[in-house]
């Protein structure tokens, strides 16, 4: 990896001790601290109050969960219980469902004596798959890019929204290992990183770039259109929380705004999409995906350094105001061009035909 320090870890899990360890993201990028997991109860509280978060590694953190659930107590009433309240914490990314899905349909099936190891080895099996998948996805987005940079001749220019970085993930980020990929073989680029009120998980994605040495560029989230009318992007590579069967990609609020930018700008839309975000019981996502609204104090809030460096909070608004914080949109797949798996690169009206290949 072409970090200039050793990459932190968004979770590391601890079967001797029997318990996950966290980066706070609810901190991030203010202050880098660390949270001990030890209980199934615990993983819930960290995907719902976003100190873990990004679809693979809620996914992820879900299926540790039901490994600390079973370690406790591993009867099938403890089993139920842990699966069916961690699927509550957060409804739209469904890694979410299909990690404790992978999770569950073994468990049962199995002597509860056995349970508890046989949850440890399939959760560290999902999380060590998450870091071959995003490699995987890397390498095929890598092709992309080396294919603008051979027209160009310059660096290309890709615009991502939120983060789909490392913290959405174990290691690589779905949407930025291709970026690093390039970067590593000197492929020239440069990443146009959008803010994405209300919870700027852009800072993160900066803070990522910024570690890697991968030259990147701010912007607030109106940014986008006006840069593709200007032909400063070559390229857009986001993350997914949920992809139809048909190819319509749920990802962070704002994205279907920049799918339309790029669509009118000629500019190729490309979702990184683990094939685990595939939703193949789902049509036409505009109206069947569930999409999270979320509280409005981050709206009504910016958090940030004081003058005297330490983090504070201003409020922006006033308390009778109404707010509405939807924390995800639908991009239809006529405005992907395509998506990029671990499994090679799909156009939107392909995917249905991995349904039988991915099936847990
Ligand atoms: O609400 P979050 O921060 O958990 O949102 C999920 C995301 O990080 C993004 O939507 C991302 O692009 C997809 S996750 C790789």
């Given at each position: 990896m072409p970090f200039t320090t050793k990459p932190l870890k968004s979770l590391i899990a601890d079967r001797i001790a029997n318990r996950v360890v966290i980066i706070d993201q609810t901190l991030l990028p203010f202050a880098v601290e660390r949270k001990i997991l030890s209980s199934w109860q615990d993983c819930a509280e960290a995907i719902r109050a976003m100190r873990v978060r990004g679809a693979p590694l809620i996914g992820v953190t879900a299926a540790f969960g039901i490994a600390l659930a079973m370690s406790k107590d591993a009867t099938d009433e403890s089993l139920f219980t842990a699966c069916r309240d961690i699927a509550a914490t957060r409804p739209t990314a469904v890694n979410l469902a299909w990690a404790i899905e992978r999770m569950r349909r073994p468990l049962i099936a199995i002597d509860p004596a056995a349970r508890p190891d046989a949850a440890w080895d399939e959760a560290s099996k999902i999380a060590a798959e998450d870091e071959t998948c995003n490699q995987q996805i890397g390498i095929y987005g890598l092709g992309i890019i080396r294919e603008i940079y051979a027209r160009t001749h310059r660096p290309v220019n890709i615009l991502t929204h939120c983060n789909a970085g490392r913290m959405a993930c174990l290691d690589w980020g779905t949407a930025t290992a291709p970026i690093y990929l390039a970067h590593q073989a000197g492929v020239p680029v440069h990443v146009w990183v959008e803010e994405t009120r209300p919870r700027n998980q852009g800072l993160i994605t900066e803070w990522e770039l910024a570690q890697a040495g991968v030259p990147h560029t701010y912007v607030v989230d109106n940014s986008g259109g006006h840069l593709m009318q200007h032909n400063k992007v070559d390229m857009v590579i986001v993350g997914v929380d949920r992809v139809s069967r048909r190819g319509d990609v749920a990802n962070k609020i704002g994205t279907y705004l920049k799918a339309l930018a790029a669509r009118d700008n000629g500019i190729p839309f490309y979702a990184a999409a683990p094939t685990s975000s595939i939703d193949f019981s789902i049509e036409d996502g505009v109206p069947e995906i569930e999409i999270e609204e979320r509280d409005r104090s981050e709206v009504a809030a910016i958090r940030g350094w004081d003058s005297n460096g330490s983090i504070s909070e201003v409020r922006i608004l006033k308390a009778e105001t109404a707010v509405s914080n939807p924390g995800f949109d639908v991009t239809p797949s006529?405005?992907?061009?395509a998506l990029i798996t671990e499994r090679g690169i799909f156009m939107?009206?392909?995917?249905?035909?991995?349904a039988t290949e991915v099936a847990i």
């Open positions: 006529r405005l992907v061009t939107p009206n392909q995917l249905a035909a991995l």
